[in-house]
C-alpha cells in the first residue's frame, strides 16, 4: 500500500531564507508524487508534480522538489520564503487506483518578516 | 484554464434541511471527485465519476447523494446531516481518471451544519 509522511507538522522561516519540507514516501511500485499548497480558507493548489521523469522538478512560484528513490524521499524546497508562502503544504502519492490519492498529514509553513 | 468553481462558498443547514452543492469545470475533464476536509487534517476522499458514472464510492452516509448530470457538473445533495458533517467539501476534477492524473481542486464549499 501507498503512505506519505510528511515529517514536521510545522515549519517556521523568516522571510528571505530557505524552505525546506519533508516528505517520506512508501510504495510498492514507481509513484507518482505530488505537492499541493493549501492556503487559509482555500481550495488545495498543485506545486508540481514527479511522474518519473527528471528527478528534479521544477514548480510553480520558485518551489522544486528532489525524488530520491534510495532514500524514498521527495523533499519540497525554496531558496527564499517569502510572506505569501505561508501555507498548509499537502505530499501526495498517487494510490493503487490512480483515481485516489494518498494525502500527508500535512506540514504548516509560518513566514515571519 | 484550469479552474473548478464550487457554490455556494459557504452554507449553514440544520439537521432536517436538504440542500446541494455544486461544482463545474470546462476543462473537458472526464473525472470528477468530492473531498471532505475537516480542520487541520488532510482532505478524505467520498466519490469519484468516471465519464459520468460512479466509480468509486468511500463507504461514504447515504445522507450524502452525489449526481453528475454531466461531464462538466457534480452535485452533492445533502439530507439529514449531522454537526459532525461539518467541514470543508471540495471538488476536483481530472482528465479522464485512468493513469496518474493531476487533479485540479475548487476552493470549497465550507458547511455547518447546526
Keep these: 500500500a501507498q503512505s506519505v509522511t510528511q515529517l ?26 505530488f505537492w499541493y499548497v493549501q492556503h487559509p480558507n482555500k481550495g488545495l493548489q498543485l506545486l508540481l508534480k514527479y511522474t518519473s521523469a527528471a528527478t528534479l522538478v521544477k514548480g510553480i512560484n520558485g518551489f522544486e522538489a528532489e525524488f530520491k528513490k534510495s532514500e524514498t524521499s521527495f523533499h519540497l524546497t525554496k531558496p527564499s520564503a517569502h510572506m505569501s508562502d505561508a501555507a498548509e503544504y499537502f505530499c501526495v502519492v498517487s494510490g493503487r487506483g490512480f483515481q485516489k490519492l494518498v494525502f500527508g498529514t500535512g506540514t504548516r509553513l509560518l513566514v515571519s518578516p | 484554464d484550469t479552474e473548478v468553481t464550487q ?14 452543492l455544486k461544482c463545474e469545470q470546462h476543462m473537458g475533464h472526464r473525472a470528477m471527485y468530492w473531498y471532505k476536509q475537516k480542520a487541520k487534517k488532510p482532505p478524505e476522499l467520498m466519490f469519484v465519476y468516471s465519464y ?48 496518474v492524473e493531476t487533479q485540479y481542486f475548487g476552493p470549497g464549499t465550507r458547511l455547518l451544519v447546526l
Aim: aromatic share 4%.
Design chain 2, 7 to 20: 457554490t455556494p462558498k459557504h452554507l449553514v443547514m440544520g439537521m432536517t434541511n436538504k440542500k446541494s
Design chain 1, 8 to 33: 514536521d507538522s510545522h515549519v517556521s522561516v523568516s522571510e528571505g531564507t530557505p524552505v525546506l519540507l519533508r516528505c517520506n514516501y512508501s510504495s510498492s511500485y514507481s509513484p507518482s508524487l
Design chain 2, 52 to 99: 459520468e458514472k460512479l466509480s468509486i464510492n468511500e463507504s461514504v452516509p447515504s445522507r450524502f447523494s452525489p449526481e453528475c448530470p454531466n461531464s462538466s457538473l457534480l452535485n452533492l445533495h445533502l439530507h439529514a446531516l449531522q454537526p459532525e458533517d461539518s467541514a470543508l467539501y471540495l471538488c476536483a476534477s481530472s482528465m479522464t481518471g485512468g493513469g
